[in-house]
């Protein structure tokens, strides 16, 4: 009969888990001092996280700091405003602004607060200004070997002497070539026999939310940091202008990031850091960026004539809310109202009227405002398209040889759009709207002589002293001809009627139930 013998210490410690020797000394009586001389050292697996060292290593040449020299001016300490893009500040922005109404709705102090705070003091000690240093400092990126580089228009817009900075510290002088303050780009140009590194845009198509990006910028002036995040939403508008379509990220982002590239992790350029929302002053992971999308068209114009030219149809224009399709027989909430033609314009011109509804041009479906001047931005100025319209219940179309927005002047009759919303409503007849009418005193419309705080018509923001002009889009001058016009809408079947409205601060329109009771 063979006799098994006893196993050997280190065939009982052989593949025991650290764990489970505790258990074996016990059990055996082997002191720690013997146990701890066989175990071997623990091992975690590491999980795998993405590293951007090697797109860093590649990209980070082509990255500069753009300092700019210009007169010493008067400014606000906005380090404090709650938004920071191209010098406007929170309290700049619309009073129905989604983030002002963050604010309101949780009880948040204003973020222009502080510099209030900080002015009153001042004119307390004697009226001390702030001054602008002479150097404004920004980021931007090469485009092209021979010099070409974008950055931010607000970066460079009041700047008399451009200087760049490469990420190994050396200082090259740049010039000008073009900005766009709508889209708040601008080109500038190194000239030098050097061969720069230079970085591609992306198709920002492809870009999907959450998605990882790199920010690669200037931020408070320390040159060349790299921080991470990714793609939190697309398409933002933040009320900077009527081609709002950024891409909004949490990669941390700073004063002094603006005019810096976000990078995809193929090192391609996916948007131009442009913006940030922060009441503290400091990165709260709400960026906005500039689309490589637009930032390419723009560019290119930029380097051809240092300007951008667009085209311009000359009409202010407000959204189609489901309220006003109702009111004026349309299916979907689609499209842009044409609150006026600008005399002259392009679109007056063409024969565009008030209360048009815009719902396509060449044949593409309009889905917003923003989407219309976008569009015909696009298209250019000199060019003939088909505009299509809803007009009276039927669809129309009209021929237009669009101007070109070139001039600030012609901007702001582009730009302005209407942001009354219209709100449900449970009135259902003129009786019962909670307002007083009466003749106008310059015998055109329906002077409001008083509304019910309480009713729907002061819930949509129409005030004692402004005037109705047209119902669904037909003229009225008296009370009886409001009352007509509901009357045949209500007779076409529809609930809501559409109430032109005047006041000092321009025209608007406003949808109103019409239900009988």
């Given amino acids: 009969m063979s006799k098994i013998g006893r196993p050997s210490l280190k065939t009982i410690l052989k593949g025991t888990t650290v764990a489970g020797l505790a258990a074996v000394m016990l059990s055996t009586g082997i002191p720690a001092q013997v146990y701890q001389s066989y175990a071997e050292p623990v091992t975690v697996a590491s999980p795998q996280v993405p590293s951007f060292a090697d797109v860093v290593s590649a990209v980070s040449p082509a990255v500069v ?33 989604p983030l002002k109404r963050f604010f309101r709705e949780f009880g948040g102090q204003m973020p222009n607060g502080r510099n209030q705070d900080r002015a009153e003091r001042n004119n307390r000690n004697g009226n001390r200004q702030h001054y602008m240093r002479p150097v404004a400092q920004g980021s931007g990126f090469f485009i092209s070997e021979d010099g070409y580089l974008v950055t931010n228009n607000h970066v460079v817009a009041d700047g008399s002497a451009y200087t760049v900075v490469m990420n190994d510290g050396t200082e090259l002088d740049a010039k000008l070539i073009g900005k766009d303050s709508r889209t708040d780009l601008a080109v500038l140009k190194v000239d030098t026999k050097r061969k720069f590194t230079y970085v ?15 920010a690669v ?14 793609v939190s939403a697309r398409g933002r508008d933040i009320g900077s202008g009527p081609y709002d379509d950024f891409i909004q990220i949490d990669a941390p982002v700073n004063r002094g990031n603006s005019g810096g590239p976000t990078f995809n992790q193929n090192g391609e350029v996916v948007g131009i850091n442009t913006a940030i929302f922060s009441p503290s002053g400091g990165s709260v992971g709400i960026a906005f960026a500039i689309p490589a999308s637009t930032a390419k068209d723009v560019v290119a114009d930029l380097m051809k004539s240092g300007k951008v030219e667009r085209g311009w149809l ?13 009111s004026l027989g349309l299916a979907e909430a689609k499209g842009a109202l044409v609150v006026s033609p600008q005399n002259g314009s392009p679109g007056a011109k063409a024969g565009i009227k008030q209360g ?3 719902t396509a041009v060449n044949g593409e479906p309009i889905k917003d405002a923003r989407d219309l001047a976008k569009k015909v931005a696009a298209i250019g100025p000199n060019k003939k398209v088909d505009v299509s319209i809803w007009r009276g219940g039927k669809a129309q179309s009209v021929e237009v040889t669009l101007g070109n927005l070139a001039s600030d002047e012609a901007s702001k009759a582009e730009t302005q759009q209407s942001q009354q919303q219209a709100q449900p409503s449970s009135e259902k007849a003129l009786a019962n709207l909670g307002i007083t009418v009466g003749p106008s005193d310059d015998g055109t419309g329906v002077a409001v002589t008083d509304v019910d705080p309480d009713s729907e018509a002061a819930a949509k923001g129409l005030k004692e002293g402004e005037k109705i002009t047209a119902v669904n889009n037909q003229q009225v001058a008296t009370a009886a001809d409001i009352t007509k016009a ?14 032109q409205i005047e006041s000092q601060s321009g025209s608007r329109f406003i949808a109103l139930p019409i239900n009988e009771g």
Avoid: C, M, Y
């Fill in 486 to 499: 509901i009357a045949a809408a209500r007779k076409d079947g529809r609930t809501r009627a559409l109430f």
């Fill in 217 to 230: 910028g200037n931020p408070f002036g320390l040159g060349g940091t790299v921080t991470a995040g990714i």
């Fill in 356 to 358: 048009d509804v815009i």
């Fill in 314 to 326: 000359g009409v202010q224009i407000q959204p189609v809310t489901q309220e006003i399709a109702e």
């Fill in 200 to 214: 591609k845009f992306a198709d920002d198509a492809k870009i999907r939310v959450g998605d990882w990006v790199v």
């Fill in 65 to 97: 700091s753009v300092r700019v020299k210009s007169d010493t001016t008067p400014a606000s300490d906005d380090a404090s405003n709650g938004f920071s893009f191209g010098g406007r500040g929170f309290d700049e922005l619309p009073d129905d602004h």
